[in-house]
Nanobody, 129 residues
Framework: QVQLEESGGGLVQAGGSLRLACEVS????????MAWFRQAPGKERAIVAN????????YYIDSVKGRFTISRDNAKKTVYLQMNSLKPEDTATYYC??????????????????????WGQGTQVTVSS
């Protein structure tokens, strides 16, 4: 059973920073693509960023490019989302997800939530103006 646990959410003023962490309880995360999704009230869950199994490919939605950075530490079985220059529109519950998808070293990870089998419970991020 693969379990994901997010941490690091909270309340921050616009322009501030937060670092989310996702710890994965499994033998290894080296064969999983990892992603962060978010869901704001009244909206559907949507991808924010992902990183493929090797770390050789990352993806960001346009609205967070240059502000957010996804990274993975396979030894610690942890994935991070560094969020800088936060905006009120970043307010949402952030979810970590893992996918069994494996391609070549630079193959992009999936962007659809349906391709992710394992999910965390979410961590709330609130950005005040």
């Amino acid at each position: 059973q693969v379990q994901l646990e997010e941490s690091g959410g909270g309340l921050v003023q616009a322009g501030g920073s937060l670092r989310l962490a996702c710890e994965v309880s499994t033998h290894t995360i080296s064969n999983y693509a990892m992603a962060w999704f978010r869901q704001a009230p009244g909206k559907e869950r949507a991808i924010v960023a992902n990183v493929n199994w090797s770390g050789g490919a990352t993806y960001y939605i346009d609205s967070v490019k240059g502000r957010f950075t996804i990274s993975r530490d396979n030894a610690k079985k942890t994935v991070y989302l560094q969020m800088n220059s936060l905006k009120p529109e970043d307010t949402a519950t952030y979810y970590c997800a893992a996918s069994n998808f494996i391609g070549n070293y630079n193959a992009p990870a999936p962007t659809s939530s349906g391709d992710y089998r394992y999910w965390g419970q979410g961590t709330q991020v609130t950005v005040s103006s």
